[in-house]
């Protein structure tokens, strides 16, 4: 019920104050009038189909959400300016990068106290746990959905009418990374942002394929080390992950012949044998401990370039071609779950066909994202090379 209220104008002072002290009254009347009809009337249902063609009804746009992959917080943040204020509960692997945890902690402290969801897919998910936290959504990763112990937890979450979405960043990027965007974002009512990332991201992506075209454009043969110098030599991307990447870019990912799946290991030995005419490794703050390659969030050029020599001194590696002739280059591997892979792409473009992409800068596209969508910059050093 909305009670009376009258305005003298012959108190507001002259004509010119009078007009704009009744514009302010009107402009507050229809705001409240908003909000009063906002909270009188029920939202609408919000009909989602997730990656893997699941029909989902939320019954209004999701505020609480359970996080099956933590580490796609900054995902939800290219959408909402408070993401972590949508969360009831996450798994705990967004805190294996300390600096980019400790980034968003600065700028949200309530992400210190979300609750931590144990396990990995190998484990499912704790649904136990998860119905004490009443969500109306739960996000699940792709490649976690794919685990038969998760396909088990979601059965669980559907026989308790928990409603979840399936999404992919990781698997199939170029395939599903704007699609599961445009999930998220109408899951929790923010349509508008999703598609704003999606025309940046198009935009960007048009400028690398559109310079492709060529049918007789070289491809040069490419070995990219995956979690350089943190385990044994030497894991790489199969069908699936950062190969769709080389091959939109027009390189030849020369791992294919030995890995069938998403991603395998490949012997020095073989490498050495294949001498791939480019060398990329990928590394994070993950690998630090392991005195691995280390770039990403927080990460200085000097701590990226110590790693990173320390890796090409390799035996075995620093004997490739790529390596005595300078075509070895580095990248943070944790593009592998955002769509601000778009710079990745731009980067791929420059290392495999430098006189087309010359004028292509992708730092000016991770500064435009930092601008313009992330609500936490991403800082650091995410490539050594172009």
């Known amino acids: 019920m909305v009670g009376t209220f009258k305005v003298d104008l012959r108190a507001a002072g002259g004509p010119a104050a009078r007009l704009r002290f009744g514009w302010a009254a009107l402009l507050w009347l229809a705001a409240l009038l908003?909000?009063?009809?906002?909270t009188a009337a029920p939202a609408a249902p919000v009909e989602i189909t997730?990656?893997?063609?699941?029909?989902?009804?939320?019954?209004?746009?999701?505020?609480?959400?359970?996080?099956?992959?933590?580490?796609?917080?900054?995902?939800?943040?290219?959408?909402?300016?408070d993401?972590?204020?949508?969360?009831?509960?996450?798994?705990?692997?967004?805190?294996?990068?300390?600096?980019?945890?400790?980034?968003?902690?600065?700028?949200?402290?309530?992400?210190?106290?979300?609750?931590?969801?144990?396990?990995?897919?190998?484990?499912?998910?704790?649904?136990?746990?998860?119905?004490t936290l009443e969500p109306d959504l739960v996000v699940i990763d792709l490649y976690d959905a794919e685990a038969a112990a998760t396909q088990r937890s979601m059965e669980l979450l559907d026989q308790l009418s928990i409603p979840f979405v399936v999404v992919d960043f990781f698997s199939h990027p170029l395939e599903n990374a704007l699609p599961s965007l445009r999930i998220l974002g109408k899951a929790i009512g923010a349509e508008g942002r999703a598609e704003a990332f999606a025309a940046f991201y198009e935009t960007h992506l048009r400028r690398i394929t559109s310079r492709l075209v060529s049918g007789d454009l070289r491809r040069p043969g490419v070995f990219m080390h995956v979690h350089a110098g943190g385990m044994p030599c030497c894991p790489t991307p199969g069908h699936g992950v950062f190969n769709e990447m080389i091959e939109l870019t027009k390189g030849r990912n020369v791992a294919l012949d030995q890995v069938a799946g998403l991603f395998g290991n490949v012997s020095l030995e073989q490498l050495i044998a294949d001498d791939p005419e480019i060398y990329i490794a990928t590394g994070g703050a993950h690998l630090a401990a392991r005195g691995g390659l280390v770039l990403g969030p927080g990460v200085t050029k000097q701590q990226a370039d110590a790693s990173f020599a320390k890796l090409l001194?390799?035996?075995?590696?620093?004997?490739?071609?790529?390596?005595?002739?300078?075509?070895?280059?580095?990248?943070?591997?944790?593009?592998?779950?955002?769509?601000?892979?778009?710079?990745?792409?731009?980067?791929?473009?420059?290392?495999?066909?430098?006189?087309?992409?010359?004028?292509?800068?992708?730092?000016?596209?991770?500064?435009?994202?930092?601008?313009?969508?992330?609500p936490v910059p991403m800082s650091g050093t995410y490539w050594i090379g172009k």
């Open 313 to 374: 001194a390799t035996p075995g590696i620093a004997e490739l071609t790529a390596v005595r002739t300078g075509n070895a280059f580095a990248l943070w591997h944790m593009f592998n779950d955002t769509p601000a892979h778009i710079a990745m792409i731009e980067f791929l473009a420059k290392v495999f066909h430098p006189d087309l992409f010359a004028d292509v800068d992708p730092q000016e596209t991770i500064d435009a994202i930092n601008r313009d969508f992330l």
């Open 34 to 38: 908003v909000a009063l009809a906002a």
């Open 83 to 131: 993401p972590a204020s949508l969360l009831v509960g996450w798994r705990g692997d967004f805190k294996l990068d300390g600096a980019q945890y400790g980034a968003w902690a600065a700028k949200f402290p309530a992400i210190d106290a979300i609750p931590v969801l144990g396990g990995n897919a190998a484990n499912g998910l704790p649904v136990e746990t998860i119905l």
């Open 50 to 81: 997730d990656i893997i063609g699941r029909k989902v009804t939320l019954e209004a746009p999701a505020r609480r959400i359970v996080m099956g992959a933590g580490r796609q917080l900054p995902v939800l943040g290219l959408l909402h300016p």
